[in-house]
């Protein structure tokens, strides 16, 4: 079964008898009751109860809808559902500050909002009120001024299935948001199932999903990547899907130790946050046959943390660059010898996607090619190029040129065709490399949980080391920073310290102003 349409998934799946079996660690927000295990008859069925809510809310063919909860996998059934009525969904992660949420939510216009009553009254205490943003308002875990109970409308006839043309506008995702407010991403049917789902989903040899395989994901259900992930998951079959809604070690260890998993994929920051269990005697990765890692840079020791766990003969690690607007555009996999040798401090994001992306290198004030093995802006060429920002048009109009997108990343094509990441345009550093940088700390600094480097102008970068604790003795600190670039006194901080998106990411520009009261960069700003 290739994907196609998303509204009856779950349907087409059911019909076909996927013995898939869905474990999340806590039940789903929308089904507090049902504690799981879920099949796929279940899931298909919560589909479709889920689209006569939106129907008995008031959303129709072609209205936007949003979805704004807290994390977990029932956002992406939410969107499933708005789909099978013809609507838009858009999926917001409740990580966003609530000025941002109601920016977004401002330019969405929704018919309807799906919320919960902890997010309205979380923003109502910074002086805002997210209901208004929409028509109607839901709420899932109780009432809430300005909302509806989510009770009040259960047990609505299921509408039938509206079927949308192949270059409408299917779904609505952000952008991180790391360098500013978040832009609204819109990808139609043919950009995120046809160019991404349907390609991932090739029965590819070692990287493709079997039968037999134990998905195990720890996610940001908000990003559009989980429903591309969906779309895979639910065609390929596999044996048992786990779900994981936060990173805590303490918690995913039973689940995973249950129900050990084949493939593991996450953000980069989960696979931080669980590389304890790595160190654990009855480590649940001992199965594991193939990691994979998206939306951020991964860095080498978490890379050969969890190879090393796998108690498979030779299993691989499957890193991906991309962007919310284009999905991956390289790939790179590292087996435990690659990784070993991944100490150079040049970050290697692999060679673009065969047949489906083409990648260049341009001066980023004429747009002219540079030589390989020169930095440069890069561009991209794919068939999964979204559709428009929403509300936007203009701003994305300006990061195309004629048939390539400019990302708004530095670049480096080697004579092999690989790409090196040198940083974002915004974020980049008079001299060298930040992210190479980081990835140099982390190898020099085992007590780090992860080192961010901020590139402001006029002035050295300011190197920020998180750690379990908030603290670094000022040796160790001193040894890894020998014969790198200048850079100024470290800021050590606690992991809840660091402002994140809803991937993981730092927030750099706010956590730049937090430290220093300033958000100067180097960059120039134009592509973000």
């Known amino acids: 079964m290739r994907p196609h349409d998303m509204g009856v998934l779950f349907d087409e799946a059911a019909e076909r008898g996927h013995p898939t079996t869905a474990r999340p660690d806590r039940p789903f927000d929308i089904a507090p009751d049902r504690a799981g295990p879920h099949d796929v008859p279940a899931l298909a069925e919560l589909v479709r109860a889920a689209a006569g809510w939106w129907a008995a809310a ?32 858009a999926k917001l992660s409740a990580h966003l500050p609530a000025g941002s949420a109601a920016a977004l939510l401002a330019r969405l216009e929704p018919e309807v909002l799906l919320t919960t009553a902890g997010v309205l009254h979380r923003a109502r205490a ?106 895979v998951a639910l065609s390929a079959a596999p044996e048992e899907i786990v779900l994981l809604t936060e990173p805590d070690p303490d918690r995913a260890d039973p689940l995973l130790r249950a129900h050990r998993p084949t493939v593991v994929e996450g953000l980069p920051a989960a696979f931080v946050r669980l590389a304890p269990l790595t160190e654990r005697l009855a480590n649940p990765f001992r199965r594991t046959r193939l990691f994979i890692s998206t939306y951020d840079a991964v860095h080498p020791p978490t890379v050969r943390a969890y190879l090393a766990a796998s108690r498979r003969r030779f299993p ?67 068939r999964a190029l979204c559709l428009d920002y929403l509300g936007e048009s203009e701003r994305f109009a300006s990061k195309r040129h004629g ?12 004579w092999d065709g690989s790409v090196e990441l040198v940083d974002r345009e915004v974020d980049r550093a008079p001299a060298g490399s930040c992210v190479a940088t980081e990835d140099v700390l982390e190898e020099r600094l085992p007590q780090a949980l992860e080192c961010v480097l901020l590139a402001r102008a006029e002035r050295p970068p300011l190197p920020v080391v998180i750690t379990p604790d908030g603290a670094l003795p000022e040796l160790a600190w001193r040894r890894a920073s020998r014969d790198l670039p200048a850079m100024s006194d470290p800021v050590v901080l606690r ?15 706010e956590l730049l102003d937090g430290l220093t009261g300033e958000t100067d960069t180097c960059g120039s700003g134009r592509w973000t």
């Open 495 to 509: 992991w809840d310290e660091v402002p994140r998106t809803g991937t993981g990411k730092v927030r750099r520009l």
């Open 403 to 414: 048939v390539w997108w400019n990302t708004g990343d530095i670049g480096i094509r080697r």
């Open 58 to 89: 008031g959303a129709r063919r072609g209205d936007r809808v949003a979805v704004l909860k807290d994390n977990h996998w029932d956002i992406d059934l939410l969107a499933c559902a708005a789909i099978r009525i013809g609507a838009i969904p």
């Open 316 to 382: 691989l690690w499957l890193d991906g660059w991309g962007q919310t607007e284009t999905g991956p555009l390289t790939f790179r996999l590292h087996h435990r010898r690659s990784a070993a040798r991944g100490r150079s401090g040049a970050h290697r994001v692999g060679r673009a996607i065969p047949v489906k992306t083409r990648l260049r290198a341009v001066d980023p004030d004429a747009l002219r090619p540079v030589r390989r093995g020169r930095p440069g802006l890069v561009l991209a060429r794919t």
């Open 126 to 231: 910074e002086g805002v009120d997210l209901a208004s943003l929409a028509r109607t308002a839901i709420t899932i875990d109780g009432p809430a001024p300005g909302a509806v109970d989510l009770d009040e409308l259960r047990g609505h006839r299921t509408p039938g299935h509206r079927r949308r043309r192949d270059d409408d506008p299917l779904l609505i995702t952000h952008s991180s948001g790391t360098t500013g407010e978040p832009k609204l991403v819109v990808h139609s049917t043919r950009t995120i199932i046809g160019a991404l789902a349907r390609f991932e989903a090739l029965p590819v040899p070692i990287v493709g999903i079997r039968r037999d395989d134990v998905l195990a994901t720890a996610s940001a259900y908000a990003h559009g990547r989980t429903f591309c992930w969906t779309a």
